[in-house]
């Protein structure tokens, strides 16, 4: 939450950021007050004082967020009025505060000017324009048969062949983690939620191990049945991958000193979840001279595997919701610090946090928490821990399951209800 407008530094100087920034104008003729504020972001979260004894000041609140304002005197303390609002960027409003006697209070909060239109309203319409655009060449460049792309036959007759949505997936995905990496413009949504939540950026990360999986159908059914690769290469090709995909990830992560070296990260967990999902694939396809659809739907490779999903799943569901941290309370997964009034300050991450600062030491984990500056908490937190691969290896195989799907259905219509159907069935189940 701001209260002074904020700093930049460019190229050694100095310039005042107006992004994601409202200004507020609060004006008592006769009573001073104590304003006091909370974002709706931090999650059970005390009042903060954001300004004390004010009859006429100006104070710059955060934006990405909806607000909540109390209003105290501060005579004796007593409530005088709260307010939430949604403050927008670049608008200045003015909340006037009076009282005359026990019987007579004013708190009104309105809008005065908007000094411009905001960043994200001229990025919204600069999309509009792109998308527009394209559509428009698309259509007049490269006219195209809807009908006939949606009946063609899948790829699996040529394995060789690239599968474009594929291609287009992963290039989002990249393109989404570059920008966020980059600072995302000062958007909200092209940053890490700070613990409860989900943003654009959030969803690169788990959409590279769908990636995974459904690239790992297709690679299977290549080597098993058209180069006839033995299970024991692939199984040894598989461990060496995600060995050198691990220790890439120690690599990135390694610091000058080896005593506060972080040992997980993302390349880390995509390794492990890779090395798991094949090695249970090569394992569990049958061992056949040639490939047919009826033969992989005759051995029902999903129900050997959905068994083993569903054990991983509530095996991590079981230890979250029912293992004990000392002094923390059972099944609890917040941010510690000053959430719930403090009460549970050093229990960041619940059982997740634990077994991660148990088995690998609180110098051997990320340091810097999304949740640090906004809950101030102290102990370090990996995203990446170990009780998190149990749900990445789950979503790597959903990727491997719609990939099977994409080699077994005829063509592409009915491949795309069928994911559609998965994806209305994984919904209602969040719901």
């Given at each position: 939450?701001?209260?002074?407008?904020?700093?930049?530094?460019?190229?050694?100087?100095?310039?005042?950021?107006?992004?994601?920034?409202?200004?507020?104008?609060?004006?008592?003729?006769?009573?001073?007050f104590s304003i006091y504020a909370r974002s709706s972001n931090c999650y059970r979260c005390s009042y903060e004082n954001i300004a004390e004894d004010v009859t006429n000041t100006t104070i710059y609140l955060d934006t990405n967020y909806p607000i909540d304002i109390n209003v105290l005197k501060s005579s004796n303390k007593t409530f005088h009025c709260q307010?939430?609002?949604?403050?927008?960027?670049?608008?200045?409003?003015?909340?006037?505060?009076?009282?005359?006697?026990?019987?007579?209070?004013?708190?009104?909060?309105?809008?005065?000017?908007?000094?411009?239109?905001?960043?994200?309203?001229?990025?919204?319409?600069?999309?509009?324009?792109?998308?527009?655009?394209?559509?428009?060449?698309?259509?007049?460049?490269?006219?195209?048969?809807?009908?006939?792309?949606?009946?063609?036959?899948?790829?699996?007759?040529?394995?060789?062949?690239?599968?474009?949505?594929?291609?287009?997936?992963?290039?989002?995905?990249?393109?989404?983690?570059?920008?966020?990496?980059?600072?995302?413009?000062?958007?909200?949504?092209?940053?890490?939620?700070?613990?409860?939540?989900l943003t654009i950026v959030d969803v690169v990360f788990p959409g590279f191990i769908f990636i995974s999986g459904f690239s790992l159908s297709i690679s299977l059914v290549k080597r098993l049945y058209k180069m006839q690769t033995p299970k024991l290469i692939l199984i040894v090709t598989t461990i060496r991958r995600s060995f050198y995909l691990f220790f890439?990830?120690?690599?990135?992560?390694?610091?000058?000193?080896?005593?506060?070296?972080?040992?997980?990260?993302?390349?880390?967990?995509?390794?492990?979840?890779?090395?798991?999902?094949?090695?249970?694939?090569?394992?569990?396809?049958?061992?056949?001279?040639?490939?047919?659809?009826?033969?992989?739907?005759?051995?029902?490779?999903?129900?050997?595997?959905?068994?083993?999903?569903?054990?991983?799943?509530?095996?991590?569901?079981?230890?979250?919701?029912?293992?004990?941290?000392?002094?923390?309370?059972?099944?609890?997964?917040?941010?510690?610090?000053?959430?719930?009034?403090?009460?549970?300050?050093?229990?960041?991450?619940?059982?997740?946090?634990?077994?991660?600062?148990?088995?690998?030491?609180?110098?051997?984990?990320?340091?810097?928490?999304?949740?640090?500056?906004?809950?101030?908490?102290?102990?370090?937190?990996?995203?990446?821990?170990?009780?998190?691969?149990?749900?990445?290896?789950?979503?790597?195989?959903?990727?491997?399951?719609?990939?099977?799907?994409?080699?077994?259905?005829?063509?592409?219509?009915?491949?795309?209800?069928?994911?559609?159907?998965?994806?209305?069935?994984?919904?209602?189940?969040?719901?």
């Open positions: 939450m701001t209260t002074t407008l904020p700093q930049l530094q460019i190229f050694g100087a100095t310039f005042y950021s107006t992004l994601n920034v409202a200004q507020l104008l609060i004006y008592s003729p006769s009573t001073s307010r939430q609002i949604q403050f927008q960027e670049g608008v200045r409003y003015l909340m006037f505060l009076d009282t005359q006697g026990d019987n007579y209070t004013e708190c009104t909060l309105r809008p005065l000017l908007k000094d411009r239109i905001s960043v994200l309203d001229q990025g919204l319409m600069l999309f509009a324009c792109v998308i527009a655009m394209n559509y428009i060449l698309w259509h007049l460049l490269y006219p195209v048969n809807l009908k006939r792309n949606l009946y063609q036959q899948p790829h699996i007759d040529n394995l060789d062949r690239r599968i474009r949505s594929l291609d287009l997936y992963r290039g989002l995905c990249a393109i989404v983690m570059a920008f966020g990496d980059s600072g995302g413009g000062q958007y909200r949504f092209f940053k890490h939620s700070i613990w409860n939540g890439l990830g120690l690599l990135i992560n390694g610091p000058c000193q080896i005593s506060n070296w972080r040992l997980l990260g993302v390349l880390q967990r995509i390794s492990v979840t890779f090395l798991v999902v094949s090695c249970l694939a090569v394992w569990l396809y049958p061992t056949i001279k040639s490939f047919t659809k009826d033969q992989v739907l005759q051995e029902k490779v999903l129900r050997k595997m959905w068994p083993i999903m569903v054990l991983i799943v509530g095996l991590h569901t079981y230890v979250t919701l029912t293992a004990a941290v000392p002094d923390c309370p059972v099944g609890y997964s917040g941010p510690g610090g000053k959430s719930d009034d403090g009460k549970y300050y050093n229990c960041t991450g619940g059982i997740a946090g634990f077994i991660d600062r148990f088995v690998f030491g609180s110098n051997h984990l990320y340091s810097r928490p999304t949740c640090k500056l906004l809950y101030q908490s102290s102990q370090p937190f990996d995203p990446e821990g170990v009780l998190g691969t149990l749900t990445s290896i789950f979503l790597c195989f959903l990727g491997l399951q719609m990939g099977i799907l994409h080699n077994i259905f005829s063509n592409n219509l009915r491949i795309m209800r069928t994911w559609i159907l998965f994806g209305l069935l994984l919904v209602w189940n969040q719901n």
